[in-house]
Structures are given as C-alpha cells and as structure tokens.
C-alpha cells in the first residue's frame, strides 16, 4: 500500500515481537556551510576529503541537489520546514527576528514534527572537548518556540536516546567578523584558518575564468579550497564518534550544503555556484534500505533541499506526514523525480535584488526583477570580506578587465540569463539572445516554468518590505563594515 510509511518498511524486517514498537532509525544532518560540489569524490582538485569522499564511496552522491536560495538565513527556513521561503514570507535575509511574525498554519520546524513523533533532537555543538558544529540556526522565523531539545550541544546528550535526530553545523567555510560593537572597523578572517590544511596555494589553484587571474584571487581561492579540507577533518571527527559508540549501523547520514560557496559569484547570486550543492546519503546496515539507494552510486536526479524535509519525515515514519513542497526521495512515498529545481534571492541585508531561478537537468534559467546592477551592486558585508570585490572594482576603473570578469561587472537588470550547464559549466556563455533553435526552445521552456511556480506557490517577492524595515539595514551594515568611499560618492 503506497501509503505505508518507511517506519513500517523497516519494521518488516526487525526482530522486535510485535508487542513492540517498531524500531526507528537515529537521522544525522550534517550541514556544510558554503560549499558547492568541491569534495575530492565531485572532482574537485587541491583538496584532501577523504572523510566525506568515503561516506560518498559507501552510500549515494547526488550530483542535482539544488538549494532555494543562495543565503543561509532564507535557505535554512526553506530546508527546516520543507516550504519554500517565497511562500512561507521568510525570503528576505534575516527578517523577522524582531517581530511578532509566526509561520502560516500547517508549516513548522522539521524538529518540532520530530519530536512529536518521539525523537530526540540535538544540535550538536561539541564532542567532549573537540568543536564540531557551530549550532546556528539563522532561520527567519523566532516565534515558533525551542527549536532543539534543551541542553543538547554536546555529544553525550544523545546517551540513551533513542531515536535521535541530530544536526552539526559545520565550523569551516564562513568569515569570522571580530570587533562588531566597537569603534573600530571589524577585523576579517576565515572560521578556523589556522588549523586548515595548507593543501591548496596560489601557485596550484585555478580560479573560475569569471574572475581575473590574480594573485589575490589565486590566495582566496585557495584559501576556500582549504577550508574545505578543514570541513572533512571536522566531519571525520562525528562519523568516528558515530563508529565507536556502535551508532553507525542505526543512523542515516545525510550530508549537504546550506547553499553554494563562500566567493564573490556564490553566495548571494543564483548562479550555479550559489546553488548546487553537494548531497551524499548513507543508508544504516541494520534498516533495509529502500528500493531507490543503491549504495556506491551516483544519484543524478533532480533534488530541492525542501525534499530533506519530506525525505527526513518520512524515514522517520512521522504519520500522519504533514504537507510540505518538497518531495520524498525513498520509500514506497516516494514522489515522481522532479522535472525542475527552482529558487530565490530576494534582499540580503541592505541590498535589494529580486532574482528568481529554475534548473532542469542541462539548461539553467535566470531571471533579475529588479533594476540597477546586480554583481556589481553594494554589499557591505561582502565588500569587506571578500577581497575580490574591492579587487575587480579596482581593475575595472582601471580599465584593465575583459572577456567574463567585465561582463560579470556590467551585468544589470532587469534581465534574463540563460546557461547550458553541460556545456558551459562556469555559467559563462550566456544564450538568452541565441537564435538557435535549441536556445530558444529551452528559454521558452523555462520561462513558462518559473512563471507556473511563481504563480502556484504564491511567491512574496513581489510585496515590498516597509520602509521602517529596511532603512536600519543599511546602517547597521555601515556601522558594522564601513561604506567604501566610492559608494559615498554616489
């Protein structure tokens, strides 16, 4: 019977009499923070992860795992209830954490369904005396009370508790802002960049062909590479606790990014870089795996982080299973493959784009609402952070920019971008002018598909935020990070 849950599934198979309850399955989350498909088991060069590229060997890689937005904060409230966050009002960066905002009714924290059904849920913070999580929640939603069990940090919190669901956030991949409540300007580094792994340098790296070939973008470069090295060692801390306590064997492992790398084109763009991220599943020996995981494979279909929630649910055996926008992925619920991946930028802190994108399994399709440069636009934040920025701002005026790294410059909208990710996987042809028929089929295409979901899932984007909202944005980015002089000027 198709709606029989994963629970009973696994009941099947167990010993249990049938006096007792069925056993269920402890879920691990394991949450890269920034990162896109830059492991050694993607292909990725200059970087040593062999902690993750083990679990990858051992369970199932996703290669189309998508988020919906390419921010932590409006991602996280999309993949923690399993809603779009266009929907749900929780699309702009860190909004309503200071208001009487509560989430429409039906939707709640993946935890919260959890811990009705008898988990237990941490986010897991340390092991003993090693740091392995940062325990950030960043979601835009804080009227929806506890969103862990109390006192659930460390690992011994999950001694005897069984089932549990926990989280680890990952430490690495992430700029470390020091001085934020002083005078002073903020001082800037990596999470963890002492103790990285100096596997990537400027002399063996090579940036993506949409930055300029210099030296401080070679040392950026190398520097994320670098992190992630860090990320895999954190990560082989957990699963080696998970090992010896003789929890391996009763957990699925799932391990994702948050959304897509921390460089200037990542994180807050929809290009494929702030959105694809990596997905690796790892199905527990003494649960019968669903008929869909076929451990050592790769998994090429198409996967919103929204379908986490479903699929977290759903092996959970929370029934009745509430109603969510994503999709289960194994069990007899399992829903049809999707045909598209969709997402959103909207504002993210003092700057203000509406950007909204769709993927298929080839043809990536970008559409910018708003008006005024896009790339090129102010953000505080990333104008302090990333040295790229101030970099190409300064090459630019030179003059001295061509080819990708210009066009990324003078990009502007409202517009409409269209890649072969196939083909071009940089997203650095743009086709949405092409004549060929190929070109304009799939422009088409897309166009009508990103206009249905806009329309059947009641995206927000369009309500502009009042003005009271918005205006202390801008100067608390000011006070935290300084406006650039050439901002100023405007």
Known sequence: MRSASLALLFAAACLASAAEPAR?????????ENLSHDLGCYGAKNVRTPHLDAL????VRFTRAFSTNPACAPSRSAFFTGWYQTTTDTHHMRSHRDDAFRLPAGVRPVTHWLRDAGYFTANLKTIGPLAVGTGKLDLNFVNEGPIYHPDSADWSSLAGKRPFFAVVNSIEIEYDIYDRQSARKPRVKWVGEDEHERIATPENVTPPPYY?????????????????SGLDRRIGWVLERLRRDGLEDDTVILFFGDNGRLDPRGIHWCYDSGLRVPLIVKWPRNFPAP??????TVDERIVSLIDLTATTLAIAGVTPRPLTQGRVLYGPDA??????????R?????????????????????????????????????EKCFLIYPLM??????????????ELMLRAGPSEELYDTRADPHEIRDLAKSTAPEHREALARL???????????????????????????????HDWFGTPAWAQRR
Request: no cysteine; proline share 9%; aromatic share 10%.
């Open 335 to 344: 829903g049809e493959p999707r045909r598209y991946a969709f997402a959103a």
């Open 393 to 406: 701002r300064e090459l630019h005026a030179a003059g001295r920019l061509t080819g990708p790294p210009l």
């Open 346 to 382: 909207d504002r993210i802190d003092e700057t203000q784009q509406r950007v909204r994108s769709v993927h298929d399994e080839r043809w990536h399709y970008i559409r910018t609402l708003s008006a005024g440069p896009t790339f090129a636009s102010l953000n505080r934040y990333k």
């Open 212 to 228: 300029p070939d210099h030296p401080i973008v070679r040392e950026e470069w190398a520097r994320y590479l670098n992190s992630v």
């Open 24 to 32: 269920r399955p402890n879920i691990l989350w394991l949450v890269g």
């Open 447 to 477: 166009r009508a598909a990103l206009d249905t979901w806009m329309t059947e899932t009641g995206d927000r984007g369009a309500l502009p935020e009042p003005a009271e909202v918005v205006a202390p944005f801008e100067r608390e980015m």
């Open 56 to 59: 990858a060997a051992g369970g």
């Open 291 to 296: 008929p869909q995981y076929r451990p050592g």
